[in-house]
């Protein structure tokens, strides 16, 4: 009932209340994939990442099946890509995909967490050896636009209309092109032998939020 209700909070976008019900459906059931995974969804609208990380990693660990697990680690790659980890991020990305190889949006995004990282590190090598200047990766980060979540309906949850509710939140975003600043920073320091390969990538949506792991009650 309290993942139910927060979940229609959180489709009115009302991320503060829904909050506070998926917490206290994780005081009900602390070891409830839903409550926790929903938890971390609205904290990360909220903007609140190291929170939204706790969650994410909770859910991981009580998910029972390939999908809810994919799920989690991809939000824990977006939510650390949004704190500004690429290197976690592109971690955990990798491991989302090995539950869900097939998936297009995680590869995408680990792609683009990678290239993050290497300008990241190209950054950091030529401020070493006084070259100075670069973009700040820290201001860039979390630019990138996607898909909004879509909550899992909890189990046991019966309500079939909570599903068709749900799928508002999984509208594309056509801004989901990483911003063309970002796109030349990156592809000025890559080497020129990668540099095809990086424009293929960084031309591709990326997205923000995972891809619904609804059920059909």
Do not use: C
Request: proline fraction near 2%.
């Amino acid at each position: 009932m309290l993942i139910h209700e927060g979940n229609k909070d959180f489709d009115r976008q009302d991320y503060e209340s829904s909050s506070s019900k998926f917490a206290e459906a994780v005081k009900v059931k602390n070891n409830d994939f839903a409550a926790h995974y929903n938890l971390g969804n609205a904290m990360y609208k909220r903007k609140q990442y190291a929170e939204a990380i706790a969650e994410y990693e909770k859910a991981n660990r009580f998910a029972t099946t390939l999908p809810d697990k994919a799920a989690a680690l991809y939000n824990l790659g977006n939510a650390n890509m949004q704190a500004g980890d690429s290197r976690k991020a592109a971690d955990y990305y990798k491991q989302a995909l090995k539950q869900d190889p097939y998936n297009e949006n995680i590869r995408k995004n680990y792609e683009i967490a990678m290239l993050k990282e290497k300008e990241k590190q190209q950054n950091q090598q030529t401020q070493s050896g006084g070259g100075g200047g670069g973009e700040n990766q820290e201001q860039q980060q979390g630019q990138d636009k996607g898909n909004t979540p879509k909550n899992h309906a909890g189990s046991g949850q019966r309500n079939k209309g909570q599903g068709e509710g749900n799928a508002q939140n999984d509208k594309k975003d056509n801004s989901g092109k990483m911003p063309k600043d970002l796109e030349n920073s990156i592809l000025n320091r890559v080497e020129n032998k990668e540099r095809e390969t990086a424009k293929r990538i960084l031309n591709k949506d990326s997205y923000s939020m995972p891809q619904s792991n609804e059920k059909d009650w």
